[in-house]
């Protein structure tokens, strides 16, 4: 199983790139991670629904074929650590891929969210989403660590 993240935004900060870093070469490569980084569209003389709509489009070109589709979104549904590991053996037992999509700054387009087999929520707060891709980098490591009993995770 491969975990995709596409996340709209490039340039991002030193910090986040090491913090997504740390995380993904920790995975092993039975769940490899990669970042797509999706160009955030240019906000000059747009309105918030056109940005969307072209980010939407870029994302769409960069969705795997076939890939299990996961969006991140505050009104998505909340899980604990352990829920996601039990997500991620039921979508490594489907011998599907799994994406996870970040929005950028304006969020995702709603065309996004309904191509979507499931949303999950971070937090039902608002994170910077050079941010998410770091704590969901730690998440899915953290998870993973958990469906092989590593000591990682301490409950």
């Given at each position: 199983m491969k975990?995709?993240i596409?996340?709209v935004?490039?340039k991002?900060?030193?910090?986040?790139k090491k913090?997504y870093t740390e995380y993904?070469q920790?995975m092993?490569?039975?769940?490899?991670?990669?970042?797509v980084e999706?160009?955030?569209?240019?906000r000059?003389?747009?309105?918030?629904?056109q940005?969307?709509q072209?980010?939407s489009?870029?994302?769409r070109?960069?969705?795997?074929?076939?890939c299990?589709i996961?969006?991140?979104?505050?009104?998505?549904?909340q899980a604990t650590?352990v829920?996601?590991?039990?997500?991620?053996?039921?979508?490594?037992?489907?011998?599907r891929?799994?994406?996870?999509?970040?929005?950028?700054?304006?969020?995702l387009h709603?065309?996004?969210?309904q191509?979507?087999?499931?949303?999950?929520a971070l937090s039902t707060m608002t994170?910077?989403?050079?941010?998410?891709?770091v704590?969901l980098?730690?998440?899915?490591?953290?998870?993973?660590s958990?469906t092989?009993?590593h000591?990682?995770h301490r409950?």
């Amino acid at each position: 199983m491969k975990l995709h993240i596409l996340a709209v935004g490039n340039k991002m900060p030193d910090w986040i790139k090491k913090g997504y870093t740390e995380y993904s070469q920790r995975m092993p490569k039975e769940a490899e991670m990669q970042l797509v980084e999706i160009k955030p569209e240019k906000r000059i003389g747009k309105k918030t629904e056109q940005l969307l709509q072209a980010e939407s489009e870029r994302i769409r070109i960069a969705l795997p074929p076939g890939c299990h589709i996961v969006v991140l979104d505050e009104s998505g549904k909340q899980a604990t650590t352990v829920r996601l590991a039990e997500l991620m053996t039921n979508w490594r037992e489907s011998g599907r891929d799994v994406t996870f999509i970040i929005g950028g700054a304006d969020g995702l387009h709603r065309d996004i969210k309904q191509i979507a087999h499931e949303k999950l929520a971070l937090s039902t707060m608002t994170l910077p989403h050079g941010l998410a891709r770091v704590l969901l980098a730690e998440q899915l490591y953290r998870a993973f660590s958990i469906t092989r009993n590593h000591p990682y995770h301490r409950a």
